[in-house]
């Protein structure tokens, strides 16, 4: 493509490089480094001027460093007189604090909002944000795609007997996203339902307890969904909910975003009632947390994402492709 630019930050290189191979193009020159003091360096290595300019930049394990490193990159390249810039955030960080979850809390998904805007930030590209109406925190256009046909495919090709299966919400919150999974797929789906009051005495954090299973799951496989995977202990709940009281033959765990905080991975590998993890590649899990691990399936939003680019620099129509075809 002409007078485009594709930068990559700091936080997931192999996927901006994926993307520029797709779109025919490399990625563009930039020097990225820290003092010694720990402060963030950005120095744009090419010429942008009156240039579309993209920097993909992903939420990661050192979240706060990508979020600075993002910000200087725009603020860099709006001083370079790019034409508009474009922050291509496969998991936006901070989505999870998108609300208010006490009297004195914070809405940082919104504070990182307002500092986008403030940096410079044309517009936005992001896939499966944890509540759809952040898209409202923003006086910028987002594209909030959606991975679902994807995973859609990947179960139509890769799961046996796929049409015998359940997709199953382990949350009353994530039932919306279950619903049209399984209408694409024309599946039934189950809803499991868990008990977060606890006595003062025993509040630990994701302490979950089961309570009941609304749906029918023996002998088939169950098809576990959520938009991200980060603690374990509800996803390993479900499945032996699923597995040993609901009699499922088979449990797959599917998410958008594998975050894997802490000690997750190894858990869930570790669980004898989660046959699979399926994610997509939207946040970089390190190779030591991948070591071992056999149970992890990982799908690739490349195409995806170099597609909502294109379009985006051509101003060609986004809000019915971006449910992709399934």
């Excluded at 919150?173 to 977060?196: E, M, P, S």
């Amino acid at each position: 493509m002409r007078r485009v630019k594709i930068f990559s930050g700091t936080s997931h290189p192999s996927l901006t490089e994926a993307i520029c191979e797709r779109l025919g193009t490399t990625p563009g020159k930039c020097d990225l480094k820290k003092f010694s003091n720990g402060e963030t360096s950005v120095d744009i290595g090419c010429s942008i001027r009156d240039q579309d300019v993209f920097i993909v930049q992903s939420g990661s394990a050192k979240a706060n460093d990508s979020i600075m490193e993002l910000l200087i990159l725009i603020s860099a390249c709006k001083g370079g007189s790019a034409n508009k810039i474009t922050a291509v955030m496969p998991y936006f960080p901070y989505s999870k604090q998108s609300k208010k979850k006490s009297h004195r809390g914070a809405i940082t998904a919104r504070m990182l909002a307002n500092l986008l805007t403030v940096a410079g930030v044309d517009h936005v590209i992001t896939v499966d944000l944890h509540a759809s109406q952040m898209q409202g925190f923003f006086t910028k256009p987002v594209d909030n795609l959606y991975a679902e046909p994807l995973l859609a495919r990947w179960i139509r090709h890769t799961v046996p007997n796929w049409r015998d299966s359940v997709v199953v919400s382990k949350n009353p919150g994530g039932t919306k996203r279950v619903t049209q999974l399984a209408d694409v797929l024309k599946l039934n789906f189950a809803l499991i339902t868990t008990d977060r009051r606890q006595e003062d005495a025993d509040r630990i954090p994701g302490n979950e307890k089961m309570i009941t299973l609304v749906g029918e799951v023996r002998r088939k496989t169950v098809l576990i969904v959520d938009d991200m995977i980060d603690r374990a202990g509800s996803w390993i709940s479900a499945a032996e909910h699923v597995k040993l009281r609901g009699g499922a033959k088979k449990v797959i765990c599917i998410a958008t975003h594998g975050v894997f905080g802490g000690n997750c991975l190894k858990e869930m590998e570790d669980c004898s009632c989660i046959d699979q993890i399926v994610v997509t590649n939207s946040f970089p899990i390190p190779e030591d947390k991948r070591k071992g691990v056999k149970k992890l399936v990982t799908i690739d939003l490349s195409q995806l994402l170099s597609e909502a680019i294109r379009r985006n620099h051509h101003g060609m129509f986004i809000a019915r492709w971006r449910n992709w075809k399934h």
